[in-house]
């Protein structure tokens, strides 16, 4: 088993597969309460299974099979966690949603960009290199059998690639795009004309939800 051959051909079936997951990402929830707003645990989404994806690409290299779909489910489970548990305050995101003069905010475009760095996500920890490493060693010798020479040190690559390439990507992208809407409880006309959308939610506006560089680090 070339296992440096292999983790050579994870990463770029990972980094290509985040890269299309970024690309088809959307925003479908959190909450609006009226200029404020924040993409709560689970409202980060996107219409691409990485896990899915890197196994096409691993196939295609001939990887073989149970190691192509342990490398895909270990990698692609420690983006999704990190996906789902993602959150994001948009402190002062939608000023207008302040005053609305009617019973309900139309979509509404957030002001400015928001950077992935500002959130957090209880998941995040799994892209490490740390937590990672052991997981997917571990899962890769139940299949590998006495083939392991070599198998340490390129998954240890491997997991320092990927806590690097998120780690630099992280720095520098951003939410863009995104809508709020919702409710406004308090109008009531003539005596109270405008007022703040309350337990409104935020979507996507047109295109992908997330702008930046490419995932990967060039190595």
């Known amino acids: 088993m ?45 219409s691409v299974d990485i896990e899915q994806r890197m196994m096409q690409a691993l196939t295609i290299e001939r990887v073989p099979a149970p190691i192509a779909q342990t490398l895909a489910k270990e990698l692609g489970g420690a983006w999704r966690a990190w996906a789902d548990g993602f959150r994001l305050s948009l402190a002062g995101a939608y000023p207008t949603l302040a005053a609305v003069p009617g019973p309900m905010a139309p979509p509404t475009p957030a002001a400015g960009a928001f950077p992935i760095a ?21 899962a890769l010798r139940v299949h590998a059998g006495r083939d392991v020479a070599g198998l340490d040190g390129a998954v240890k690559d491997l997991t320092t690639w990927v806590e690097a390439s998120f780690r630099d990507w992280k720095l520098t992208a951003q939410v ?29 506006g047109p295109g992908h939800v997330i702008a930046g560089p490419r995932f990967g680090r060039l190595t």
């Not at 500002?118 to 571990?138: C, F, K, V």
């Open 2 to 46: 070339d296992w440096v051959a292999i983790t050579k051909a994870t990463r770029a079936a990972f980094g290509q597969s985040v890269n299309d997951w970024i690309i088809a990402s959307y925003v479908q929830g959190g909450w609006v309460r009226g200029p404020n707003a924040e993409l709560t645990p689970g409202s980060l989404k996107s």
């Open 118 to 138: 500002r959130g957090m996500s209880a998941g995040e920890p799994q892209l490490s290199a740390a937590m990672l490493s052991p997981r997917l060693t571990s």
């Open 176 to 204: 863009v795009g995104v809508m709020g809407k919702g409710p406004i409880p308090s109008f009531a006309p003539p005596y109270v004309p405008v007022g703040p959308v309350v337990m409104g939610d935020n979507i996507s």
